[in-house]
Nanobody, 118 residues
Framework: VHLVESGGGLVQPGGSLTLSCEAS???????????MYWYRQRAGNEREFVAM????????THVDSVKGRFTASRDNAKNTIYLQMNKMNADDTAVYYC?????????WGEGTLVTVSC
């Protein structure tokens, strides 16, 4: 399983950014079977859960600190998940990772850096 995040960069406070994570390497079951996750790691902190999107994309869960601002989604036809981030603030500065748990192994992408600054 291979996960590749993209879309990070510099954004001003109050701004928006959309992250993508393309997954590959699933054999059976396929990508559409799995819950997918977004995590982030801020400097000096442990990696923390941000959002989960269910296999169909119908159900999502977001950590309280991003509720109402971030939205996780997916496109199973593209083997891709997304994280739409709005009303961003300095506390959102972090490396963002996508993740999946498959056959007893948790897989991670390399991460994409998001910096919120004037």
């Amino acid at each position: 399983v291979h996960l590749v995040e993209s879309g990070g960069g510099l954004v001003q406070p109050g701004g928006s950014l959309t992250l993508s994570c393309e997954a590959s390497g699933f054999t059976f079951p396929t990508f559409s079977y799995y819950e997918m996750y977004w995590y982030r790691q801020r400097a000096g902190n442990e990696r923390e859960f941000v959002a989960m999107v269910s296999d169909t994309g119908i159900s999502t869960t977001h950590v309280d600190s991003v509720k109402g601002r971030f939205t996780a989604s997916r496109d199973n036809a593209k083997n891709t998940i997304y994280l739409q981030m709005n009303k961003m603030n300095a506390d959102d500065t972090a490396v963002y990772y996508c993740s999946v748990y498959s056959a007893g192994i948790r897989y991670w992408g390399e991460g994409t850096l998001v910096t919120v600054s004037c």
